[in-house]
C-alpha cells in the first residue's frame, strides 16, 4: 500500500506538534509528512523582552524546523478538498490537509501608532520606547487593544506593568469588560489587581474613536486622552485563503472535531478559528496533537483517536526576570467555555526559570534536538 501524503500549513505550536505526532518513526511506512511555512518560527511570549531591548528577536525567532517531514517554504493562497496550492504555482496532492496558518496582523487603526504585535515589529519600535524612556521624565504612553481575540491576551498588560516600573505613565485601553475575558473572571481580577497595584490606568470598555485619534491622542468613550506614545496591539485576521470558510461551525469536540464543514479531509487549528479559547500556545499544542490522532484514525492508521483538552500557560511580566504564572485547564469541556480550573503563581523571580524552559521547549520542538 503506498504511503499517504499528509500537507500541514503552519510551523507555529500547532502545526510542528501535529507534524512531529505524525512523523515519528512508527508511521515512516505509512505517512509522507509535509510542513509548510511562509517565514521564520517566532516565539510571540519574546515580543515585550525584545520590544523593552533587553533581549534580541533572535532568541525567539529560528528560520527552519528540522524532523522526519519534507519542510517547504511557501505561502499558502487556496486549498481544495486534496490539493494545497502555493502563491508561486506548486501544488501539493494531499490525501488530509491540516491548517495552522495562525493570524495576520492588520496595520494599525490609528494614525501614527506603533503597531507592535509581533517580533519585526518590536525590533522596530525598540529605539523609540527606549529614547523616550531616556529623555522624558514619566512620558505618558497608551497601549491599545484595537480589537480582538489577541494572541497571549495577558501580554499587553503585562507590557504596560513592564514600561510603569521603568517610569512611564501607562493608559491600558481595551474593548473588554475585564482584561483576559477569554480565561475568565478570576484571571482578569488578578490582571487587574497587579495593573492597578503597578500604577498602571485601565479602561475597559473602551470606544475608540479612530477617525479623531492620532499619534499622541486617543478618543475613547467621549473623552480625549493625551499621550507622548501609542502603542497599538492590531487587530487580527485569518489569512486570505481562510476567509472563505465557515470557520464559526467548527466542532471542538468529537471525532469531527476542528474539521471544516464541507470537507472531509480538512481541519483547522490553532490562532484562525474564532472559538472563545486563548490564543495561548497551550490551546494550539492540544489541537495539534488532537488533530494528528484524528488524521491518523481517518487514514485508517489506527482504530481510534485521542482527544487532548487544553491545559495552557501564560506569563505576565511585571519586571525584568520577574513574572506571574496563570495557567488554565478546560478539563473534559465543553470547550469554548471557561475554564473548569486556574492557577496563579507569582509574581516572583523564581518563575523566570519556567519562563525560560518554556522559550527552551519552544525551541526543542523547531529543530528537534
Not at 499587553?156 to 485601553?173: D, E
Not at 481517518?298 to 481510534?304: P, Q, Y
Amino acid at each position: 500500500m503506498s504511503s499517504a501524503n499528509v500537507v500541514i500549513v503552519g510551523a507555529g505550536i500547532g502545526g510542528l506538534n501535529c507534524a512531529r505526532a505524525l512523523a515519528q518513526p512508527r508511521y515512516k511506512d505509512n505517512i509522507n509528512v509535509t510542513l509548510i511555512q511562509g517565514g521564520p518560527c517566532e516565539y510571540h511570549a519574546g515580543l515585550i523582552p525584545v520590544l523593552l531591548g533587553q533581549r534580541p528577536a533572535s532568541d525567539f525567532r529560528l528560520t527552519m524546523p528540522k524532523g522526519d517531514f519534507t519542510f517547504v517554504s511557501g505561502v499558502v493562497n487556496r486549498i481544495e478538498e486534496g490539493r494545497v496550492y502555493l502563491a508561486d504555482g506548486t501544488e501539493f496532492e494531499a490525501d488530509a490537509i491540516v491548517l495552522s496558518p495562525g493570524l495576520t496582523l492588520l496595520k494599525s487603526s490609528i494614525p501614527g501608532a506603533h503597531g507592535i504585535w509581533s517580533l519585526s515589529n518590536a525590533e522596530k519600535v525598540c529605539p523609540f520606547v527606549l529614547s523616550l524612556l531616556d529623555s522624558v521624565k514619566g512620558p505618558r504612553v497608551a497601549i491599545v487593544i484595537e480589537k480582538l481575540p489577541i494572541r497571549c491576551p495577558p501580554a499587553p498588560y503585562g507590557l504596560a506593568i513592564r514600561l510603569a516600573n521603568m517610569g512611564a505613565s501607562v493608559s491600558v485601553f481595551s474593548p473588554e469588560s475585564y482584561p483576559v475575558g477569554v480565561a475568565g473572571r478570576e484571571v482578569g481580577e488578578f490582571v487587574l489587581r497587579r495593573c492597578h497595584e503597578n500604577y498602571v490606568n485601565v479602561i475597559l470598555d473602551a470606544k475608540i474613536d479612530f477617525d479623531k485619534s492620532n499619534e499622541n491622542v486617543i478618543y475613547a468613550s467621549g473623552r480625549q486622552y493625551d499621550f507622548d506614545l501609542i502603542l497599538a496591539v492590531q487587530a487580527h485576521v485569518s489569512p486570505q485563503f481562510l476567509r472563505d470558510f465557515d470557520l464559526t461551525s467548527v466542532n471542538l469536540e468529537g471525532p469531527s472535531a476542528y474539521s471544516i464543514p464541507g470537507f472531509s479531509s480538512v481541519w483547522v487549528i490553532g490562532d484562525s478559528l474564532p472559538a472563545q479559547l486563548p490564543k495561548a500556545a497551550g490551546v494550539a499544542e492540544a489541537q495539534g496533537r488532537t488533530v494528528a490522532s484524528l488524521v491518523l484514525k481517518h487514514l485508517g492508521i489506527e482504530n481510534t483517536f485521542s482527544y487532548v483538552y487544553p491545559t495552557p500557560s501564560c506569563f505576565l511580566s511585571e519586571q525584568e526576570n520577574v513574572y506571574s504564572l496563570i495557567k488554565l485547564d478546560f478539563g473534559k469541556g465543553p470547550l469554548g467555555s471557561r475554564p473548569v480550573s486556574v492557577e496563579i503563581r507569582g509574581p516572583s523571580a523564581q518563575l523566570s526559570t519556567s519562563f525560560e524552559q518554556a522559550i527552551e521547549n519552544w525551541r526543542r520542538l523547531v529543530i528537534q534536538e
